[in-house]
């Protein structure tokens, strides 16, 4: 069983930058094979932000944060990064990190999921 703890969120003006943090424990690599982020805002689904694998060759699912965001990840730590940068009052959501070994943009590639963080930006 993999437990995922998402940090980093809060405040920011537009304009400003975050980095949101996802350390895994309790799991099996392979579980961690895919790592993601996922984001729902107010009112809307939940939709898929960027995805890593284990070697580092990274996806990005939503074309508002292409430029702007990068997804990394440390094996060493089990750990996933979100760098948001140029943030914008629409990128205001709650950011769930998610682990699993098929991975992609669906929900149903990942096996286990964080709490979620708040990340507000203010205009």
């Known amino acids: 069983q993999v437990q995922l703890v998402e940090s980093g969120g809060g405040l920011v003006q537009a304009g400003g930058s975050l980095r949101l943090s996802c350390a895994a424990s309790g799991g099996t690599s392979y579980a961690m094979s895919f790592m993601g982020w996922f984001r729902q805002a107010p009112g809307k689904e939940r939709e898929s932000v960027a995805t890593?694998?284990?070697?580092?060759?990274?996806?990005y699912w939503s074309d508002s944060v292409k430029g702007r965001f990068t997804i990394s990840r440390d094996n060493a730590k089990n750990t996933v990064y979100l760098q948001m940068n140029s943030l914008k009052p629409e990128d205001t959501a709650v950011y769930y990190c998610?682990?699993?070994?098929?991975?992609?943009?669906?929900?149903?590639?990942?096996?286990?999921w964080g709490q979620g963080t708040q990340v507000t930006v203010s205009s």
């Open positions: 890593t694998t284990r070697d580092g060759v990274n996806f």
């Open positions: 998610a682990a699993g070994w098929y991975g992609g943009s669906g929900e149903g590639g990942y096996n286990y």
